[in-house]
């Protein structure tokens, strides 16, 4: 017996819309079940996770905090990922991002000056695309796969971090703690309102958004990207370079990994520590694919995401849970994602012992 | 159908067997008689379905419909490994063999797992003595050469006592000392009563050591036959087909200037199975369609991607447009100058399957039509309406039969996004148009219908190249043809001077000078290959 995936003639346009909603609810499903087989009550604990968070100004303040890196990521990646450029690796970008950014507030704490923020916003995404150009240039160069070398950056780049924050920046008035000094006020991302802590973040995450929306849905250079995405071959017939492109798409997902890498350590953190992120740059890869790779979607998919880091500390507050349980929803989500979508363009067939069909026909 | 000299119960008689992959016919009711002692020519171009045929025999396909007989006992084959029990053999044209392996240990592989390996390599060495099949048991295949590894496969399928091997393009890859050697050996498994069925596209060699053989074209059998009884050039026309339309001759365009010439451009191959060009030449004058003929892989798309500029050739003056040398100008380049481009994959090269008519028409006119197309100078917007506009204009132009105002092009047939294609680059008038196999896979309608639009671009004044496998079409529309083969292009000749016969042998890589010597063909592994991709 072997199962074989067969391709669906048409895919219902119904439920290509509907596959992310339906992945959605299939995860509140396979949550209760968790809940339930960890002893808790399962409406009680999903109202917990997914609902409580929602209900306080304060944690909506914390939703837009989480979803901002979410979103500026995802809508990069999904650039990269339209032009079939597999970056995995924007949390290293992100935390590169976020290191060259903090270059200014740690080694000139005394420098007040209006100018330093948005120097640090630019030496953050300069960074970030950087980083993201060592996988462009191996692959246009020696043509590796860019999975796997942007997916090691990461860790490189998580150990740089972990090694300057120990070593050279190191508040040396900071009683030993692997951080650096406080930024001055002037470094600091200002906060949106007054009522919470969200900061200038998730306003470039929404600028981000629209402006690629606008770029893939009304500028040639969207259509490049979908066109190479789709085929290398019908790329160089209409005379577009597939080799820019990796260039492009790679430098631009980096850029805004690393801009979000340095919001989040000036807007959020305040300084800079071994860890800087909860897993932003993988997360973004499910905003993205959740989103449909549409920057609109993925502005709601990043709220979503993002609902799934808070529901989690507020599992482990109110339930008593690990908060790797938002790591599971996090799987779940994508799993079911992918599974709708597979599902909407394949059929599953089930082929008893072919031979012995056949033999018994003779 | 009957043949003279064969048994009463052939070895193996297949009758009316047919494989559809969707509707397409690959195989369509085949018959064939193998006889015992028999070696048995299979002979057709590439994807005249050979390979379905044998697939079929050897149990890697199933049939749609009809029967396969051995030794007048109806058979059916649903794996190799049955196959083998049967008593079919096969040696593949690639080679299945792990390189880290010793030849024992590669042979070990497809025998029964509880052979001791000092068993199987004691019977390779009695059997590659037997057979004159010089081998050691014991040496690793990777310093092995092509022919020594197509030995491996060979004795491989001899340990199993077969009744019939089955032997695709064996020749393709030896040298012609290599073949001598495998020569002798047929000879030596039909003495002694096993047959082989042996495919090719080689006629000198089919003719020398075949008793009989059978002709596929489009799927079909045309041709049954002693190939000693035949010529070349005869069998050359069973393979590529009789029935050759009138050639239709309207009166001569005027011919113009030349607007595309091709300078001795020699392109090495970019991949292991792309075909090398060597040393072409060409030129097409303003009024003059020039088809280059040719059996399929033997260097035409790389042609195709040199003439267009998708891969620009390092000589810029090897290719003069309107008299402009663009050899190191990219395709868009090209297209400023006046050239329109046809590639032969409709789907993922000419067209983007899931994209729209419109945004596919974009795909091959954003830079030759900017100013129409787009908007908001750096910011490039695509203009929406005039795009679309235009696709309508293209359509109703070409009669393209679509559903909607604007479907992907993954969603119109072949023949329809075909004639768009084309269509596409004809809106723009174009003073040098080159098209590679305009009506492949296209039905008849729409096939006449592009031929005529190709035929009234070059009466109206501009430069045509037609790629073209398929000689009906070559002969309604080209005043010139040229034949390329392994990635050389023959002189061109006048349409009307030249004939089928003539044709067919060039396109088999033999010319007029030495007909009876072997072609050269080390190359058509890589070909073969090159066409499968």
């Known amino acids: ?362 | 159908m009957t043949f003279e000299g064969v048994e009463a119960s052939p070895l193996l008689s297949v009758r009316g067997l047919t494989k559809l992959f969707g509707s397409f016919a690959a195989c369509d009711t085949i018959d064939l008689d193998i006889g015992h002692g028999e070696i048995h020519a299979l002979l057709g171009e590439n994807g005249a379905g050979k390979s379905t045929l044998v697939k079929m025999l050897f149990g890697v396909l199933q049939p749609s419909s009809g029967t396969v007989s051995l030794e007048g006992k109806p058979v059916v084959i649903p794996s190799p490994g049955e196959a083998r029990r049967l008593g079919i053999g096969m040696v593949f044209q690639h080679f299945s063999l792990f390189e880290a392996l010793t030849v024992a240990e590669n042979i070990a592989l497809s025998l029964d797992p509880r052979t001791p390996l000092a068993k199987i390599a004691e019977e390779t060495a009695s059997v590659s003595r037997a057979y004159g099949l010089p081998l050691d048991p014991s040496a690793h295949v990777a310093d092995l050469s092509v022919g020594e590894r197509q030995r491996i496969e060979i004795v491989r399928a001899l340990l199993q006592n077969p009744k019939l091997i089955i032997l695709d393009e064996p020749t393709s890859v030896l040298t012609p000392q290599e073949a001598e050697r495998l020569f002798e050996t047929l000879m030596r498994l039909k003495a002694e009563g096993r047959s082989v069925l042996y495919i090719s596209h080689r006629l000198e060699e089919v003719q020398r050591i075949c008793d009989r053989a059978t002709v596929l074209r489009h799927g079909k059998v045309t041709g049954a036959c002693d190939p000693r009884q035949e010529t070349p050039a005869s069998l050359a026309r069973m393979m590529v087909g009789t029935e050759v339309a009138e050639v239709k001759r309207d009166s001569a365009n005027a011919l113009g200037d030349v607007l595309l010439q091709v300078n001795k451009v020699s392109v090495a191959s970019r991949t292991p199975f792309a075909v090398a060009l060597k040393d072409i030449s060409l030129k097409v004058r303003a009024g003059e369609v020039l088809a280059i003929a040719g059996i399929a892989g033997n260097g035409q798309s790389e042609l195709f991607d040199a003439i267009s500029g998708e891969y620009p050739i390092s000589d810029n003056d090897g290719i003069v447009l309107r008299g402009k040398p663009v050899g190191r100008l990219r395709i868009n380049g090209r297209r400023l100058l006046g050239a329109g481009f046809v590639p032969e994959e409709r789907h993922g090269h000419a067209a983007v399957s899931a994209l729209s008519l419109s945004d596919n028409l974009l795909l091959a006119r954003s830079r030759s039509d900017k100013k129409a197309f787009l908007a908001g100078g750096p910011l490039a917007i695509v203009k929406r309406d005039a795009i679309l506009s235009a696709a309508r204009r293209i359509c109703s132009m070409m009669d393209v039969r679509k559903s909607g105002d604007d479907p992907t092009a993954g969603s119109l047939s072949g023949g329809n996004l075909q004639k768009f294609i084309v269509g596409r680059e004809l809106d723009r008038q174009p003073s040098v148009l080159v098209v590679n196999q305009p009506t492949w896979g296209v039905d008849a309608g729409a096939a006449s219908r592009i031929r005529q639009a190709l035929v009234d671009l070059a009466k109206a004044g501009s430069a045509v190249i037609v790629i073209s496998q398929d000689l009906d079409e070559i002969f309604e529309i080209a005043a010139t043809i040229a034949v390329i083969s392994d990635g050389r292009l023959s002189e061109p000749y006048p349409a009307g001077e030249l004939t089928l016969e003539q044709i067919g042998l060039l396109m088999g890589g033999i010319h007029d000078s030495h007909s009876g010597e072997k072609s050269s063909g080390e190359d058509r592994a890589g070909m073969e290959a090159a066409h499968a991709h």
């Open chain 1, 1 to 362: 017996m072997r199962i074989e995936l067969q391709k669906r003639g048409n895919t219902s346009v119904l439920f290509s819309v509907l596959s992310p909603l339906l992945a959605l609810a299939l995860t509140l499903i396979a949550g209760a079940i968790m809940f339930g087989l960890l002893g808790k009550s399962p409406l009680n604990s999903l109202y917990i996770y997914f609902v409580e968070p929602l209900l306080d100004v304060w944690s909506l303040h914390e939703l837009a905090i989480k979803a901002a890196p979410l979103i500026l990521i995802a809508v990069g990646l999904s650039v990269c990922f339209r032009s079939n450029n597999w970056n995995i690796g924007a949390e290293g970008q992100f935390t590169i991002g976020a290191i060259t950014g903090s270059i200014l507030p740690v080694l000139n704490p005394e420098w007040h000056s209006p100018l330093i923020l948005p120097l640090m916003l630019i030496m953050g995404m300069i960074g970030g695309a950087l980083y993201a150009g060592i996988p462009a240039l191996l692959k246009t160069r020696f043509n590796t796969n860019e999975i796997l070398t942007s997916l090691m950056l990461v860790y490189i780049a998580q150990l740089f971090l972990d090694w300057l924050v120990r070593g050279p920046w190191r508040d040396p008035q900071g009683y030993n703690f692997p951080q650096t000094k406080s930024f001055q006020p002037e470094a600091v991302l200002p906060e949106i309102l007054d009522s919470g802590r969200a900061h200038l973040g998730i306003v470039f995450a929404l600028i981000a958004a629209l402006a690629l929306w606008f770029m893939m849905r009304f500028m040639l250079k969207g259509f490049q990207v979908s066109v190479l995405g789709q085929s290398e071959r019908a790329g160089r017939f209409a005379g577009f370079s597939a080799r820019k492109m990796v260039w492009f798409s790679m430098l631009l997902s980096g850029a805004l990994a690393g801009l979000a890498g340095i919001s989040e350590v000036s807007g959020s953190i305040g300084h800079v520590q071994p860890v800087i992120s909860p897993g932003y740059g993988f997360t973004a890869i499910i905003v993205a694919f959740l989103g449909r790779l549409n920057p609109l979607g993925i502005i709601a998919s990043g709220f979503v995401l993002a609902l799934t880091y808070l529901g989690g500390e507020a599992a482990q507050l109110s339930l008593g849970i690990s908060d790797k349980v938002s790591r599971v929803f996090q799987g779940l989500i994508l799993f079911f994602v992918l599974s709708c979508d597979t599902l909407i363009h394949y059929r599953i067939r089930l082929i008893l012992n072919p031979s012995a069909a056949q033999e018994g026909k003779s």
